[in-house]
């Protein structure tokens, strides 16, 4: 594998499981110091002890908690200095339908998921502008072009992130980009448990559920987890520096839009 992220440290949250744990996997084999943040401390470890290389570390922390968010990832940079690429990426907001969503409901979402995005650019930018290498990849939804029916807040949330960050790069000084990668069906405990949701509000059984949504996806399977992480660490490569405020979906053709 090549070693074209050597030197480069990367922030990959939600890194305990699916396309997170994947994407850590993939920045690492690449020569990159991973930084794995999630609240599971006890897969945090395992990945940890499992990636290949040296230096890298766990950060437990909470995305809800963006008060003590902030303080531990104000900590880390003052122990190393500047991460290069961040991976914004984070378990989705509970399934149901729009008109049921209740504030709170909405509230959690975009503080998860954009409010701690943004508090993460604000805080690891200075050190990217001063290495002059910076790559942010958000992880989101091909929902941000069709939105999927019974995933109301989802789609609200995902489509807000997709429009802070085409903002975002235009804003962005030359060297760093922002990026977008849409997962479609992906083989990952949270689609496990979409497909456990769908078949106890409809009583198909599960195979059926996925049944229905392989008849979408002229590639006829699931999405594996690596190939979305080889998307994510293509993007925060430097191969990638010409790429910027794109949406890009490893869907399996799923999306029918242009």
């Given at each position: 594998?090549?070693?074209?992220?050597?030197?480069?440290?990367?922030?990959?949250?939600?890194?305990?499981?699916?396309?997170?744990?994947?994407?850590?996997?993939?920045?690492?084999?690449?020569?990159?110091?991973?930084?794995?943040?999630?609240?599971?401390?006890?897969?945090?470890?395992?990945?940890?002890?499992?990636?290949?290389?040296?230096?890298?570390?766990?950060?437990?922390?909470?995305?809800?908690?963006?008060?003590?968010?902030?303080?531990?990832?104000?900590?880390?940079?003052?122990?190393?200095?500047?991460?290069?690429?961040?991976?914004?990426?984070?378990?989705?907001?509970?399934?149901?339908?729009?008109?049921?969503?209740?504030?709170?409901?909405?509230?959690?979402?975009?503080?998860?998921?954009?409010?701690?995005?943004?508090?993460?650019?604000?805080?690891?930018?200075?050190?990217?502008?001063?290495?002059?290498?910076?790559?942010?990849?958000?992880?989101?939804?091909?929902?941000?072009?069709?939105?999927?029916?019974?995933?109301?807040?989802?789609?609200?949330?995902?489509?807000?992130?997709?429009?802070?960050?085409?903002?975002?790069?235009?804003?962005?000084?030359?060297?760093?980009?922002?990026?977008?990668?849409?997962?479609?069906?992906?083989?990952?405990?949270?689609?496990?448990?979409?497909?456990?949701?769908?078949?106890?509000?409809?009583?198909?059984?599960?195979?059926?559920?996925?049944?229905?949504?392989?008849?979408?996806?002229?590639?006829?399977?699931?999405?594996?987890?690596?190939?979305?992480?080889a998307t994510i660490a293509f993007l925060a490569s430097p191969d990638a520096a010409g790429i910027r405020g794109v949406s890009l979906a490893v869907d399996g053709g799923r999306m029918r839009s242009i």
């Amino acid at each position: 594998m090549s070693e074209q992220l050597s030197g480069k440290v990367a922030l990959v949250c939600g890194a305990s499981a699916g396309i997170g744990r994947a994407t850590a996997f993939a920045l690492a084999e690449r020569g990159a110091t991973v930084v794995a943040l999630a609240r599971r401390v006890e897969r945090l470890a395992d990945l940890i002890a499992a990636l290949p290389g040296d230096g890298h570390r766990a950060l437990p922390a909470d995305l809800d908690k963006r008060d003590e968010l902030g303080a531990v990832v104000d900590g880390l940079l003052a122990e190393i200095g500047a991460v290069h690429i961040l991976v914004n990426n984070s378990s989705g907001p509970p399934a149901g339908p729009l008109l049921k969503a209740t504030e709170e409901d909405f509230l959690t979402a975009i503080g998860r998921h954009l409010l701690a995005s943004h508090l993460l650019v604000q805080r690891l930018l200075p050190g990217m502008v001063d290495a002059g290498y910076g790559r942010i990849i958000n992880i989101i939804s091909t929902s941000v072009r069709e939105p999927i029916p019974n995933l109301g807040v989802s789609n609200t949330t995902r489509g807000a992130v997709a429009s802070w960050a085409k903002t975002l790069s235009r804003e962005l000084p030359a060297g760093v980009t922002i990026n977008n990668v849409l997962p479609g069906f992906t083989n990952t405990e949270r689609l496990d448990s979409l497909r456990a949701g769908i078949s106890g509000r409809t009583g198909k059984t599960l195979d059926a559920v996925q049944a229905g949504w392989m008849a979408q996806v002229p590639e006829g399977r699931l999405i594996r987890p690596e190939e979305t992480a080889a998307t994510i660490a293509f993007l925060a490569s430097p191969d990638a520096a010409g790429i910027r405020g794109v949406s890009l979906a490893v869907d399996g053709g799923r999306m029918r839009s242009i």
